[in-house]
Every structure is written in structure tokens, then in C-alpha cells.
């Protein structure tokens, strides 16, 4: 097989896409065979080929990110096994991801993902902007499985890295403009500068721009609209073979209009009508009042900046440090009714930054590699949100809620493998976490539409339902053990124990009425998870299969969510509260498949499939267990992909023709099913043309996607009455349901050159 790399001094990167799920394979002339490229990875914070590091990965170059044509991250579920990513309800770069089964769909300061996603090696602490436009990327690998032991805080079903180019040593760049279906128009350019043989300084800057899938008929606006601009400085020091220093920062503003959701049914009390397009909606929360103290923005500002040093003290050992820091800053409207009424609305103000530094030392030898860490997080996740039910009494009743969560953490890591023999190989892991959590809550109704936190000074107290301040401290030891085995060159098994840990926290919501300890916290979550798999490499190198088969046992897992209350007992629901539940118990297995065939030079084929069995089987309601009523959020228990790609010499280059076809069954949004915003299984078909020119100066793309026009569920609101919704719970007097869809059948022409 044929190995790919990359120049590092220190540390490799991967030089090509996954060859076991994407069309990053290669026909090489070797001994007059086919072979598919030997991929090199690093998810184990070392060199080594994907096919013998012993757990499920998936890895994607930027190169085959643009020949599929790909926008932003959420993409890589359609092709991921047992992966779901998507924007969070209302928002368009609030990210709700889920692997295996684990995650988090709530991005309220005390609630943290259960997928762990960094950028260049740091960790983001919050979901509000993580919805990472694809520019300026080197890869991006998915790591299923808990990844306590080396990636550390909050990876209980993963990890999610998304990793950028190095600078080069030769001056160049690269131009890339998109115009599109629904007047898409993207920019992006890029250079690198060498100012000497050791410094190198780079830049890019992105703007991607498009009009709304549907209309706002209130507003006047654009609904499902984007109006995002980026840009990234970076710069690298190597005054030698053995040091490396590199600083990068980054800012990315996100202006898209406010995203509401499509209702099911008519306004109750209003008589509004149920509108023909899904992609349309009435909301008119950012226009009245209630959202003065923000002037109806939705707006979501992200920035940071990273120093990594890669010190290479001798041929086995290697310190690495990442220090880094990064704020975000979000204002937004929620239109829970999707009217023009202000039945349910609620202005949002997050305001979240973090601090953190990590410590490792590498040591490589022949037969021992070793990673030895520590990691340091300080944060603060802040929100301010009104919730106004306009309607129920004259001059509205809104509920304010600011809390305020913050995070000390540090945690110790070991991880070694050792080659037993050649064939037989061991690793263990262990890393000890102390998560230390501070709460300052306040929460109170007010007379009137909106409080006076966010604009409306006229606004009366009625009560204060919350005011504290609490801490809480957690800890927890993790391990990890994996055993695999050289059956033969070609083919590896492994099977190995993996523990995932998320520590408790406080509800920023405050009135919690399920939970009168609400001032105490809400405990940790863990899982265990047990997996073995195979990886081959067959057919004389022209196709690979990668399965893994894993059993987890998840504990005291967080699930936020609201209902509204009769706080006046005259059967009409006026207040929202929050609600947190460590469900008792739950059992997630499944297998996944990953495969690619090289037909011929010009024909090849790949495939993934994920089927899972999720089940709680504890859930504990007033002393009683009501598993068999709740559901594991987001997590399809099918799913599949099929991708065909021809490639034919043209022109002075080479023209790909692609299609690909997923499949993902039917999806539960939250704990308890309902028909209306739930979504069946669906399919998407894509289909890409793209010419590289020989000397890959230019790439040329068409890229049509969902083109069968499906309309998909991706989130929702269940407020509505229960006689017609089966909502649990029903606030305001509109029957509130509604629910928020993918994008359309979109085309998009790319044309980019590099120089």
C-alpha cells in the first residue's frame, strides 16, 4: 500500500481523506495492481495509518470537503455512522450534536454537549456559534466512542476535530467564489506569506451570504436566510527542525435573520392559518416590544486566539503546550408561537468566554508511545432571557430568568500503548478530573411585555421565584483499556473499555418545580462502553472495511427540559420553568460499517452504515419507572450511505462525476414522541461535477443537493394543547407547536483557484 504524508517537524497530520467512506482514494501503479492510499492519522495524538489505530474514526480533507461540496459540519452526518449534527432550534450556528445516542440539545449556560468538539486542538466549552463554516480546513476527523482519556472534557459520545491548514513555505493562495440557488453568494480567500526561512504569516477571510429559503410575512425579512462573515490570522515560528510555535486568531460574525419555526396547526385564538410553505412563518417577536433591550437583533459573535508550541527535547520526546482563549457573545429572538401575536416570545442574550491550557509530553520509541497530560479550563456561560406570554393578562406577564454558571476545571492524563510483540499490542488510559461549578441565579415575573433586564423599564415585579447563589464540586477518575491484533498485514482486530464522564451542574432556569433541590445541582452523567472491531484492507488493496460493534451503558443522564405551569390555579398555564432529569438508566448498542471499493481507475464506491438499539430503562417519575414512555433524543436507530464516483481525464485535468444517497431513520426530538415534530425516515440525494486542472491551480464545481426536494424535520417547539398536539405541556393560547426543517433542493456553482 502506498503511504501519504505530510510535512511536520513534530507531529503528522493527516495527508488524505478517510479512504474507508470518501472518494479520497487513489489508483497507484504498484506490481500493475489497483491499491487504495494508507492513510496517516493522529487520533492518538501520534502518527500512525488509520487502518491499525484500534478504534471507530472517520477523517475528511478539506480537498474532498470541496469536491463534495460541502458548507458546514452539519453535513458530515449525512455520511458519519451513528452521527447527528445539526443548528439548534431558532438558530442558525448553534450546534446540537449527538453520537451514539449521546448528546445535548439545550444551550443554556449550565447544561454542556456530551460531543466534544475542538478547533485546532481547543476545546470549545459552549455550542453558540460551533457550527463551523468549512474554509481554511486542513481535515476533520469524528471520533465515536467515549475519548475521556486524551480528549478530556465532555467527550462521552465523541469528538469532533476540526483542524486548519498550516501556513506554507512558499508564497501562495487560493480564490474561491460560489454562486448559488436562492442567490448564494460565497467568498473565500486565502494566503500564506514566508517572511524568512523560519516565520511564515497567513490570512483568509469568508463571507457567505445567501436569501431565505422562505419568507417572514410580519417582518418583511427572509426567513432561513445567512449573512456570515469570517476571517482567521495565523502565523508560524520554526527557527528549527525541533521547535515549532504557531498563533492564530479568529472572528467570525453571524447576522442571519432570526429563524422561527412552521406551524402545524392554526393560531387557537387568533385564527391564524396553517401557511402552504413550510419554509415560511408569521413570528413576530423581533419587531414588538418585548425584544426592545436588543432592538430585534440575531446576532452571534465568536472569537479567539491559540498559541501551540511543539518542543521536540530529543528523538523520543516531545512538550507540547496550547494556551488559548475565546468569547462569544449572542442576541437573539425565540418565537415559540410563530405569529404575529406575542402569544410566546423570548428575547435571548448569551454571553459566554473561556480560558484554557494544556500540557503533553510525547514519548515515541519503537515499541512504547506514550502521551502524559494536563489540562486547565476556566469559563463563565452567562444568559439573560425573557419569556413573554403576551396574551393571557392585559399588558403581558413575562418570566425573566439571568443565570450565570461557572467553570474551574483541571484534569491529569496518561494514555500507553505498548507493541507486546508485532503482531500484539496493548493501551491504557487514565485521566482524573476535578470540575468545580458556581451558580448565581436569578429568576422573577413581571406585569408587562418583556422585563426590565431587557429593555421594557416599565415593566412591574410581581415575584422573585429564584434568587441564590450555589457551587458544587465533581470529580472522577476515567480509564480506558484496548487490545488489538495484526491478524495480518492487512487486517486488524481490537476490542477495548472506554469510560465517558460529564460532570453535574446547576439549571441557569432556576425554578425547577420537579426538582425542589434545584440549589444543590444536578448530578453527573457517565457511560461505559464496551467495542471491538475489525479493519481490512482486501481485494488485493482495491477495497477496505472498517466494522465496529460496541455496547454502552449510560448513567444519570442529563435531559433539560420546560413545561408551563398554572401559577395562579385558574387552569390556564402562565409560567415557564425549567426541568432537569438524571434519567436513571439507559442501554445504546449497534454495529457500524465503513467501507470503499476501487473498481477501476475510474470507478469507485463507498459505503457506511450505522444500526443502533437505544433504550432507556430507567426513568423515574413520582416514584414510578416510565421508560417504556421516553425515547434517547436524536438518534436514529438506521442509517446509510452509498456514494459513486467516476473520474475521466479532461481537458488538461480531471472531471468527477459523484452521487450519493442517505438514508436515516425515524428520529425522536425529545424524551417523549409526538408525530408532529418528529421525523420519519427520509432519504437525501446529492450529486456533484467538478474539474481539477493537472497541476491543481484551478477546481471547477456544480454540486446539487437534496435534490429529490425532501422536507425534513430537524428540530421543534411542543407547547400546544394536548387534545390536539399531545404536547405534555401547553403554554400560551395558540396551540404552540412548531417545528423547524433542513434546507430545500439547493445547486451551487464553485469556482476556485489556487496559486
Known sequence: MQRTHVRHPLVAAIAASSALAFPGLAAVAQERSLTVEEVVVTARRREESLQDVPIA???????????????????????????????????????????????????????????????????????????LDLYDVERVEVLRGPQGTLYGRNAVGGAIKYVTRRLSDEFEGRVRASYGAYDQMDFVGTVSVPVSDSFRLGGTVASFQRDGFGDNFTTGEDQYNKDILGYRLSAEFEPSERLLMRLAYDKTEDDSNPVAGWRPFPGAASGAPVLGDVFDTTAGAAVLPTTAGINGNNSVENEGWMVSVDWQLSDTLTLRSITADR??????????????????????????EQFSQEFQLLWNTDRVNAVLGYYYLDAEASNDFDVVLGQLVPGGITAYTGGVVETEAWSVFADVTYEL????????????TEDERRADI???????????FLGNDSAILLAATSDYEADQTYDDTSPRLNISYRLTEDATVYAGYSKGWKAGSFDPRGANLLSPEVEQGFDAEELHSWEAGLKATWWGGRALTNIALFYSEYQDMQIPGSIGVDGD???????FVGTVTNAGESEISGIEVEGSFLFTENFSAQYALSLLDAEIKEWIVAGQNVADQRAIQNTP???????????????????????????KGDITQFEIANEFIDQEAYSLFNASITWLSAD??????LHGKNLADEEYRTAGYCFGFAATSGCPSALGLEDNTTVFFGPPRTWTATVEYRF
Do not use: K
Not at 449572542?330 to 454571553?351: H, K, M, N, Q, R
Not at 510483540?421 to 482524573?432: C, D, N, P
Not at 491543481?696 to 464545481?701: E, H, I, M, P
Open 696 to 701: 491543481d491551480a484551478w477546481l471547477v464545481g
Open 569 to 575: 390555579g385558574d387552569g390556564v398555564n402562565d409560567s
Open 57 to 131: 474514526v472517520t477523517a475528511l480533507t478539506g480537498q474532498e470537503l470541496a469536491l463534495r461540496g460541502f458548507s458546514d459540519i452539519s453535513e458530515l452526518a449525512q455520511s458519519v455512522p451513528s452521527v447527528t449534527l445539526e443548528p439548534t432550534r431558532a438558530t442558525n450556528t448553534t450546534l446540537t450534536a449527538f453520537i451514539r445516542g449521546v448528546g445535548q440539545q439545550d444551550p443554556l449556560a449550565g447544561f454542556e454537549q456530551g460531543v466534544a468538539l475542538y478547533l485546532d486542538d481547543v476545546y470549545l466549552a459552549r455550542p453558540q456559534g460551533a457550527m
Open 442 to 452: 436569578f429568576r422573577g415575573n413581571y406585569l408587562g411585555t418583556g422585563s426590565p
Open 637 to 663: 436507530e438506521e442509517m446509510a450511505f452509498l456514494a459513486l464516483n467516476y473520474d475521466v481525464p479532461l481537458a488538461g485535468g480531471d472531471l468527477r462525476l459523484s452521487g450519493n444517497w442517505s438514508y
Open 421 to 432: 510483540t508485532e503482531r500484539l499490542s496493548i493501551a491504557v488510559g487514565v485521566r482524573y
Open 327 to 352: 468569547e462569544d457573545y449572542t442576541e437573539s429572538v425565540i418565537d415559540f408561537d410563530g405569529l404575529a401575536v406575542p402569544d410566546f416570545d423570548a428575547p435571548v442574550v448569551y454571553d459566554n
